[in-house]
């Protein structure tokens, strides 16, 4: 059974048909990349999977359940997690407590007894501290845990951003240019954490500008332009697309520079 | 469980001293002061349960322009409860704190739909028309002239409530109260919850964090804490006017709260306690308290935007240099 499926999803706004009809499935265990011009419409696809904005038509689906009305919050908690294009932390507060925070989610006690902070509850937000560490240690970031977010270089900020989605749990997660801005030695770092995510069962869709990163990680390539999938396939079969090529430099010759 | 706050204790000496000092000087104040002063320290009281409460509010990214109607609920809830229907004031007291919360919580529904400068004039629309139901509905709320004789807290026969300095104790026993509840919550992970949709809603809602109700939730508890503040105040002026309760409240409110900084718990106290004094000071000045307060206001947004909680951070360096003249290690 497919994991995330879309169908005939489509956002209007106003008279601009931001994404037209969008049919998409990922399978569990996939990553996948989603790739476009500038303005193709591939972070408000985004917005519409995870609930941010409501769409204009058609639907989506995770785990075969109809998420398309719910609320953002109730999509994290169902295990679909997302990033941010811009890197969109808690930045007062340090890059363990962000990781803290966004554990949220698994802390599982009411209100009252937060409130009470009862010999329970700190037993707990002692475990949650502890699965924060390890995540920022999976994303290279231990030795930063104490720094303030809004301080961070970069590329430990894109990291960050990540383990926090990651705190949440997730079976999917959706990653809005996670290597946006890196330099090539972070990219391939982080590209390859990504493919650690996936062995550790966590399904990925991503969007990303740096071709090289999105052809050698990818598994299959979603490929929209103008809010219309125009193709999908393995990354050589994308790259051979005559409309991808057309999309990307008008014509004029290959996209991809393996 | 007695070994662990043994510890606490020790680990916390230097605070947990500081404030048996403080406390300690708030029990003997009312009787090194006049009369009159102490009339004004039972306000204070009140008025910083109120800026307390507004706080808490805030520190999920709004500015409730509600949040003195919101004491005027608890004001007018309890003069309906103790000088209508008779009900005792140790009962009245919490009753019309949820009053309050129960009207903050039915407007929450709308309010926290809005952000930034929309909740700022959906709070204030909120509030002004609960101060007009007061105004027009003559029953149960008695229009302009408000509602009167409400009677002195009971409490043993040998203590007398009506006077200035039992009523302090009275006020400092319920704000110490609604501050430890409140400093409790600040410091829980319901209060770093409303940090974090403050720092950045979209954020949190991606993470699972349900924004909505915990904005509805902040606005409810602020707004019990305000009810209280309005029982102690009703209690205390043994009427209610909906003029009490008008904007020009809601400006000292703001004005305490800008002047002392809502990044910190004791930011707002220290603003309105400063305040409070100062005004106090310049009563001679009368018709130029006004002017002065909104220069203040306006060298506070341009010099110390952070507020008086602020001043400390920047003077730290300072220090520092004087420390390192003096020989003495910098402090971190």
């Known amino acids: 059974m497919a994991l995330l499926q879309l169908k005939n999803l489509g956002k209007d706004f106003g008279r601009l048909v931001a994404v037209n009809r969008i049919d998409l499935t990922v399978e569990p265990g996939e990553i996948r990349g989603l790739i476009g011009p500038n303005g193709s419409g591939k972070t408000t696809i985004f917005n519409l999977i995870t ?20 609320p953002p919050h109730a999509v994290a908690r169902r295990g679909l997690a997302r990033t941010f294009q811009l890197t969109t932390l808690f930045k007062e507060m340090t890059a363990l407590e962000n990781v803290v925070m966004a554990c949220h989610l698994h802390l599982r006690v009411g209100l009252w007894r937060q409130f009470w902070r009862t010999a329970r509850t700190r037993r707990r937000e002692k475990a949650v501290e502890f699965r924060a560490m390890e995540l920022l240690e999976f994303m290279g970031m231990a030795e930063r845990a104490n720094e303030l977010a809004g301080e961070l270089p970069h590329g430990h900020q894109c990291a960050l951003g990540i383990s926090n989605a990651l705190a949440t749990n997730p079976k999917m997660i959706l990653l809005d240019e996670p290597v946006g801005g890196m330099n090539p030695t972070e990219t391939a770092q982080t590209m390859d954490r990504i493919r650690r995510l996936r062995d550790l069962g966590i399904t990925v869709l991503l969007v990303e500008h740096d071709m090289k990163a999105v052809m050698s990680t990818c598994d299959r390539i979603t490929c929209i332009n103008f809010g219309n999938k125009i193709a999908e396939g393995t990354a050589r079969d994308v790259c051979s697309s005559q409309d991808v090529i057309e999309a990307y430099l008008g014509g004029t010759s290959g996209v991809c520079s393996l | 469980m007695i070994r662990r706050i043994l510890v606490y204790i020790v680990d916390n000496f230097r605070w947990i001293g500081w404030l048996m000092i403080l406390g300690a000087v708030l029990i003997v104040l009312p009787y090194m002061v006049r009369t009159y002063q102490v ?142 509840i409140m400093f409790r919550l600040d410091r829980s ?144």
């Open chain 2, 39 to 180: 009339e004004v320290l039972i306000l204070l009281l009140i008025d910083i349960i109120l800026v307390v409460s507004f706080r808490l509010i805030t520190t999920t990214g709004g500015w409730s322009l509600a949040h003195v109607p919101m004491m005027g609920c608890g004001a007018y809830a309890t003069a309906l409860l103790t000088a209508g229907l008779g009900v005792p004031f140790w009962i009245s007291l919490p009753l019309s704190g949820l009053a309050a919360a129960v009207m903050a919580f039915i407007l929450s529904y709308p309010l926290a739909r809005t952000t930034g400068f929309a909740f700022f004039v959906a709070s204030f629309a909120a509030g002004d028309s609960l101060r007009l139901c007061w105004t027009r509905f003559k029953t149960p709320f008695g229009g302009h002239k408000g509602l009167t004789n409400i009677p002195v807290p009971e409490f043993f026969s040998s203590v007398d409530l009506s006077a200035p300095i039992p009523y302090y104790y009275l006020a400092l026993v319920i704000t110490a109260l609604c501050l430890l």
């Open chain 2, 189 to 332: 992970r319901i209060g770093h919850t409303f940090k974090a949709i403050s720092m950045n809603a979209d954020l949190s809602r991606s993470l699972g964090i349900n924004v909505t109700f915990y904005k509805m939730l902040a606005f409810t508890i602020g707004s019990f804490f305000a009810g209280v503040a309005g029982v102690l105040l009703a209690h205390r002026l043994w009427a209610v006017v909906p003029a009490q309760f008008g904007f020009v409240t809601t400006l000292y409110l703001l004005v305490w709260v800008v002047f002392g900084g809502t990044r910190t718990f004791h930011g707002p106290i220290l603003g309105v306690v400063v305040l409070t004094f100062l005004s106090e000071l310049l009563k001679p000045l009368f018709e130029w308290v006004p002017m002065i307060f909104g220069t203040i206001i306006i060298l506070t947004l341009i010099f110390f935007p952070e507020g008086l909680e602020g001043l400390g951070h920047r003077f730290t360096p300072w220090l520092d240099r004087q420390r390192f003249a003096a020989g003495d290690e910098p402090r971190h």
């Open chain 1, 51 to 70: 609930g941010f904005i409501p769409p204009s038509r058609g639907s989506v689906f995770f785990q075969g359940e109809d998420i398309t009305d719910l």
